[in-house]
């Protein structure tokens, strides 16, 4: 008869905590929205890598427009993304939002946007683009038509006069690709750019000189997140307050691997979770 009771009442307690564990894990579920920019993806994908490995959470990351990224945070749909470009690039996305978001401060700075040439381009400036558009071919190479850097290049092509030239549409990977071919032919090539990105360490690349700071100056990668999660998740709260990259060199060399051939992003995330423990154990804290 005891055996029998205390069998119920262990049943019992099994259950309960079946049931509670499994209520635990429900709620323990993120949602983390990003561009899809290969600084955007590397950061993410750390982000989700601590928040599983080391902190037990299931996290749903989704790669969205820029646009959609900010409304979906201000809505509550997604927990929070770490790669609002400030105070320039993602500017009037902010703006529209800032009131139902917060800013838990920057991740990394030394960001920069601009128009990049291969260094062997013996022109300086976006000034004297005009006067060699032919062997540009009459293009600066662009990304999707929505980011901020295509707006501000808009504004660069009226107030530098650059008639002569077209600004291009296209995508990161695009541009990229334009990149490549016209490096391994000679070519002259300008394109959109920032960094941090992988290319400026797969090649010899140097900005243009902008005398009328229309690309804007030095911008810095911040983490945004919705109005309740501190309430709602503490945890996850205090981590992503305290995630950032050591510099720009840091965050561009994870980009680095995540662009060699078969790379994982996942994977590489664990890989610098591995080999920055003291770092990783900082951002726990």
Avoid at 17 to 39: F, H, N, P
Avoid at 144 to 160: C, F, I, N, T
Avoid at 184 to 208: C, Q
Wanted: glycine letters at 8%; hydrophobic letters at 45%; proline letters at 3%.
């Amino acid at each position: 008869m005891k055996r029998s009771v205390f069998l119920s009442l262990f049943t019992a307690f099994m259950t309960l905590m079946i049931l509670g564990s499994g209520t635990a894990l429900a709620q323990k579920k993120v949602r983390l929205a990003y561009v899809e920019w290969d600084c955007s993806a590397a950061s993410t994908h750390l982000v989700q890598a601590v928040l599983q490995e080391k902190m037990g959470y299931e996290v749903e990351i989704l790669p969205v427009a820029a646009a959609a990224m900010f409304q979906a945070l201000a809505t509550g749909n997604v927990d929070g993304m770490v790669t609002a470009w400030l105070p320039v690039t993602h500017e009037d996305y902010y703006e529209r939002v800032k009131n139902r978001v917060e800013d838990l401060g920057p991740i990394v700075g030394g960001a920069k946007l601009g128009w990049a040439v291969p260094s062997y381009v013996n022109i300086d400036s976006i000034e004297e683009i005009n006067d060699h558009a032919a062997k540009f071919k009459n293009r600066v190479v662009g990304i999707d038509p929505g980011a901020g850097l295509m707006r501000l290049s808009e504004q660069a092509m009226k107030d530098y006069g650059l008639n002569k030239m077209q600004l291009m549409e296209g995508s990161g990977a695009t541009m990229t690709a334009a990149l490549d071919t016209a490096i391994r032919r000679n070519e002259w090539v300008v394109v959109t750019a920032w960094s941090p990105h992988w290319m400026f360490g797969a090649w010899d690349l140097k900005y243009l000189d902008d005398p009328k700071g229309i690309l804007g100056g030095e911008e810095f990668i911040h983490t945004l997140v919705r109005k309740d999660l501190k309430k709602d998740m503490p945890e996850v709260y205090n981590f992503l307050k305290n995630f950032a990259w050591k510099d720009a060199g840091q965050l561009q060399m994870v980009m680095a691997w995540d662009q060699e051939r078969g790379a994982d992003r996942y994977e590489n995330a664990k890989r610098f979770i591995k080999e920055n423990e003291e770092q990783v154990k900082g951002w726990l804290k």
